[in-house]
């Protein structure tokens, strides 16, 4: 006997896009020691891959969460078109005035996707490289938590 | 101050077991209309069916058996995967052949619950704690208990 499910679907996006890890309020020397190679001035790149994870009732008439021809477009618009072979730090509005670390692209995304009107965002996970990935689930209050 | 657990009592261990099927299906729903099963489905509404190579990964949660150190036998679990899934979704066609999927649309998501629901009676040690079936390297399902707060 199986109580109630929970069902979630993901989908994997892919965009190619180059940053540079560079805080003006820091000296050069500690932009250095902090983001070491990521600071270079001519910025580098990455392929990032996006998983986007939605949740919710299965429609019966369709047997999804999700319908991918709704989805897909989303996402596209909402973050591969404008984040694909761009310069994060100049080309994204947002990341004028914070550093586009992983960390901070995730975020970014996760602001972007929650208006998806059909379901419910549940994650998102980037991964930058494929030893670094990044996750968020809208969740708040890590730094509050943690002791002085 | 050492967390509960980590030193072996208590400590809650998933594990998880991988299999692959291949199988053949199409989306339509006999109340829409060919217009709105095409509109709705697209491609995935072809009459004549398409065919995916299925992920399977099944993860059982539990505390190992202080006397194997195991939360349960993998070949086990191999040996159930392969007799209520293998068996029954390996090249057949989900539309016709599974039983499990009569009525139903047979998505990713479906596809998830209804492995569940054969699966999660059949776990003898451990506990059944999610099912996430890949469509493609860029497609999944993740099903797990609405009650166990995991996250899906």
Known sequence: MSGALKLSLTRRYRFAASHRLHQPNFSASENERIYGKCSNPYGHGHNYSLEVTVSGAVN???????NLGEL????????????DHKYLNEEVTEFASEVPTAENICREIYRRLRKFPAARLE???IEETSKNSFEFDGEIGGREQRAP | MERPGVRGENAMIRVTRKMEFSAAHFY???NFSEEENRRVFGKCSNPHGHGHNYVLEVTVAGEPDPATGMVLDLKELKDIMQREIGERMDHRHLNYEVQELTGLIPTCENIA??????LEPKIGAGKLD???????PDLFADCTAASSGGKA
Request: cysteine-free; glycine content about 2%; hydrophobic content about 45%.
């Open chain 1, 60 to 66: 019966p008439a369709t047997g999804m969460i999700a």
């Open chain 1, 123 to 125: 994650r998102v996970r």
């Open chain 2, 28 to 30: 339509h729903n006999p």
């Open chain 2, 130 to 136: 999610r099912v996430r079936l890949y469509e493609s």
């Open chain 2, 113 to 118: 619950a209804a492995i569940w629901r054969l």
């Open chain 1, 72 to 83: 897909d477009p989303f996402v596209e618009r909402e973050v591969v078109e404008a984040f």
